[in-house]
T-cell receptor
Framework: NAGVTQTPKFQVLKTGQSMTLQCAQD?????MSWYRQDPGMGLRLIHY???????DQGEVPNGYNVSRSTTEDFPLRLLSAAPSQTSVYFC????????????FGQGTRLTVV | AQKITQTQPGMFVQEKEAVTLDCTYD???????LFWYKQPSSGEMIFLIY??????QNATEGRYSLNFQKARKSANLVISASQLGDSAMYFC????????????FGDGTTLTVKP
């Protein structure tokens, strides 16, 4: 039972490079989200999706793109990495509706130098 | 405006005692859900407990209970009989019916359980 799988677990990028953080879930969840967590702080929503083909911006979307072509996958693209994007990134999914908890991936620790 | 406020950056509790972690929220939506998650030092996020805005009774899950005071817009987490393994960061989160795909998290409270 894989749940939510994020890859990679660790990544170091140079300023200006681009990359994609992968997120896949095998629970047939409608809702998926990306968060970033900076040291000692809470989770801030980057982008979210309520179903295949539907995405929307969260609190801190600048510098990131998402797409949701399938129910299972929700990749996060960093267009041109900046040191301010150094953070831990979490992908989460939930069944849909108001009363369902989120299941989180293990996180990706990204460092931009 | 901050939708979820956790005013206690850090808390200490003696093993086997109870502790309350505070959470206040702000919404004009009459239908919403409140969640608590635990993040141990290993980094994963673990769901603990849920309370719906229309639930008449406070939620309980084992040693976790939620003290829900709707008029005060507070949803405090109570951990009874604290254990060393409860040392972690705890996050309060909310989902509103008008945009259920979007969850908002507080900044968290770091709980340390002393032996």
């Amino acid at each position: 039972n894989a749940g939510v799988t994020q890859t990679p677990k660790f990544q170091v990028l140079k300023t200006g490079q681009s990359m994609t953080l992968q997120c896949a879930q095998d629970m047939n969840h409608e809702y998926m989200s990306w968060y970033r967590q900076d040291p000692g702080m809470g989770l801030r929503l980057i982008h979210y999706s309520v179903g295949a083909g539907i995405t929307d911006q969260g609190e801190v979307p600048n510098g990131y793109n998402v797409s949701r072509s399938t129910t299972e996958d929700f990749p996060l693209r960093l267009l041109s990495a900046a040191p301010s994007q150094t953070s831990v990134y979490f992908c989460a999914s939930s069944l849909g509706g108001l009363y369902t908890e989120a299941f989180f991936g293990q996180g990706t620790r990204l460092t931009v130098v | 405006a901050q939708k979820i406020t956790q005013t206690q950056p850090g808390m200490f509790v003696q093993e086997k005692e109870a502790v309350t972690l505070d959470c206040t929220y702000d919404t004009s939506d009459p239908s919403y859900g409140l969640f608590w998650y635990k993040q141990p030092s290993s980094g994963e996020m673990i769901f603990l407990i849920y309370q719906g805005s229309y639930d008449q009774q406070n939620a309980t899950e084992g040693r976790y209970s939620l003290n829900f005071q709707k008029a005060r817009k507070s949803a405090n987490l109570v951990i009874s009989a604290s254990q060393l393994g409860d040392s972690a960061m705890y996050f309060c989160a909310m989902r509103e019916d008008t945009n259920a795909g979007k969850s908002t998290f507080g900044d968290g409270t770091t709980l340390t359980v002393k032996p």
